[in-house]
């Protein structure tokens, strides 16, 4: 069973950043997609951005793009969420997912990934 273990999250203020790690028990990252969601308290879990499994490909959320950068390292099997210029908007659970995925792009819809993390808070302050 693939684990997947959030961490980084805290409390920041407005215009902060802040940077999410993700650690994924597998052997290589080349296998499966990885993405970040998140929810917010009483809203439906959104996807934030994801990575491919061939490390290139990326894709990011209208809310976020170009205040957050996904990365990973494949040789510690971590995945990076970069958080800039945040907002009380982005105050959410963060979660990290796995999915061993065949396309082309990296999806960001939560149906499609298996193995989900427990999720780290970060809340921002205004």
């Known amino acids: 069973q693939l684990q997947l273990v959030e961490s980084g999250g805290g409390l920041v203020q407005s215009g902060g950043s802040l940077r999410l790690s993700c650690s994924v028990s597998?052997?290589?990252?080349?296998?499966?997609?990885i993405g970040w969601f998140r929810q917010a308290p009483g809203k439906e879990r959104e996807g934030v951005s994801c990575?491919?499994?061939?490390?290139?490909?990326?894709d990011y959320a209208d809310s976020v793009q170009g205040r957050f950068t996904i990365s990973r390292d494949s040789a510690k099997r971590m995945v990076y969420l970069q958080m800039n210029n945040l907002s009380p908007d982005d105050t959410a659970v963060y979660y990290c997912?796995?999915?061993?995925?065949?396309?082309?792009?990296?999806?960001?819809?939560?149906?499609?990934?298996?193995?989900w993390g427990r999720g780290t808070k970060v809340t921002v302050s205004s």
């Open positions: 597998t052997i290589s990252l080349d296998w499966f997609v």
């Open positions: 997912a796995a999915v061993r995925y065949h396309g082309s792009a990296c999806p960001l819809r939560t149906g499609t990934y298996d193995y």
């Open positions: 990575i491919h499994k061939d490390g290139r490909v990326t």
